[in-house]
């Protein structure tokens, strides 16, 4: 098991004897079993020590730090993660080949499409007639085949992603308004949701990129790392679908969120301690939801969907064999 | 196998490549077979391939965890690991054998190659003659293995093989083998 432990109140992370420890503000005592974990994920205010950094690179733990506003902040990686020259020098002769670059950008955004295209079928057929934005997103696919250039592709895999939230506010119940995405600070409710969400399966990739050699600032579709890991971006737009948008659907319409987990002030709209609690134990479940791996020949987590999608990559820039990138065949 | 070495005319074999940079450490050569190299020849050259690029092999496989847990265990008091020039590392006994444990008898002609190797680099760059023993802790089994002219050739034949498996730019392609479902490549291997 890959477990992810979050963490949402303020406190201290320390080693005690064999084990980790949260003590919370209010001096309560938890005991975090790391042995089956991939990774920590602080959102609270955490104070830890380089101690229980030891530790947990003992135990090849990671720690995802996340600030106020709900955003990834970044990353305590265990030191032994994997390193080699040469896999990096490969990622980089593609990134620098603008056909190859060009290919593996296409290939990430016609993914994208795909399960963005999986989610509008799957409410298409209860209830609601989404055959509009089927065909816009049929088109954008058809689209993406002949994008000259990555802007190209980034515009077609835009414009999707516009058609596309287009759904929400026919999906989502009353009191849920989308009226398209924003960020920076999120505006309303569903805004808040998905941003809250796309930075778990960000931080998730950070982990599954870590497993291999490739270097996460080294990406195709978007441009490389400016101050974010911009290979955790081009992977995750596959996943967000799948993990994100899902887990919104299921909290909303099972009225599972009230008002009292959001807090609105000025233009921002973000999700209280307990909302944050919510939704990150429905995206856990679905993490560890698994299904049967056609190639893998056995049951695989989706989360470690995340580590197989890092694999391919790393597979088809060492080796030219092909990378088809993720799309949901369930 | 023979007439290999007619092949590359023009280039170095292989094993000339090897034991002259083994021999003198003026001659930098990028060419060094790993013990474990000679084993992964055998089981899958797709293996070998990755391994010569660094591709990381799964830690948290069962298998993985199993056989390092063999060998860190196994006859503990009686052998110590030898590492020589940094290229192999064999492991000797008390009586002066070089000893490969491995986990189970399953995979037994790779083992053997690589003891075959370990000896044969003693006797070609070291100048010791030594003798094997391949031992299977977990079933109590254990078989004396001893370079003779035949198996030299197989060796040498292995290092040459290993040269143009590592020198490829792409691997052999992926084929299904019964043991791959254990190996610590296999979600690597099979991701598309």
Known sequence: MNDNYHIFSDGRVERHNDTVRLVTDDDEKKYLPIENA??????????????????????????????????????????????????????????????????????IVDGSIHNMRANVTYYDNRDYDLDSTLDALDRRREEIQSAESVEEAMGVEASA??????????????????????????????????????????????????????????????????????????????????????????????????????????????????????????????????????????????????????????????????????ERWW | MSGHADERTGETDPVNLLLESARDEAVESPFHVTGVMMQYYEVCKRELWFESRDVEIDRENPNVVRGTHVDETAYDEKRRNLSIDGRIAPDLLDDGRVVEVKPSSTLVEPARLQLLYYLWYLDRVVGVEKEGVLAHPTERKRESVELTDENEQQVEDAIRGIYDVVRSDTPPPAKEKPFCESCAYHDFCWSC
Request: negative net charge; proline residues 4%.
């Open chain 1, 38 to 107: 991939e990774a920590l994920f602080l959102h609270g205010q955490i104070d830890f020590n380089t101690r229980v950094i030891s530790f947990l690179d003992d135990h090849g733990v990671a720690m995802h730090v996340f600030g106020w506003n709900d955003y990834y902040s970044g990353s305590i990686m265990p030191e032994r993660g994997q390193t080699s020259g040469q896999t990096v020098v490969e990622q980089v002769r593609a990134y620098d080949d603008e056909a190859h670059r060009g290919k593996i950008a296409r290939e």
């Open chain 1, 161 to 326: 992603r516009r058609a596309y939230y287009g759904i929400f506010d026919q999906i989502l119940p009353e009191g849920f308004v989308f009226g398209g995405r924003k960020y920076n600070p999120p505006n309303n409710k569903v805004n808040s949701l998905i941003s809250f969400g796309n930075s778990l399966v960000y931080a998730n990739i950070v982990s599954a990129i870590r497993a291999t050699a490739l270097d996460p600032t080294i990406s195709y579709l978007h441009e490389p790392g400016e101050r974010r890991y911009s290979l955790a971006l081009d992977l995750a737009d596959l996943f967000k679908p799948v993990l994100t948008d899902r887990v919104v659907f299921r909290l909303v319409n099972r009225g599972q969120l009230s008002d009292d987990d959001f807090d609105s002030e000025m233009n921002a709209c973000l999700l209280t301690e307990t909302g944050r609690e919510t939704f990150s134990k429905e995206f856990e479940q679905t993490l560890d939801r698994t299904i049967e791996h056609p190639r893998l020949n056995r049951k695989v987590s989706y989360q470690y969907l995340l580590r197989v999608e890092a694999y391919k990559l790393k597979k088809h820039l060492l080796t030219g064999e092909p990378y088809e990138s993720f």
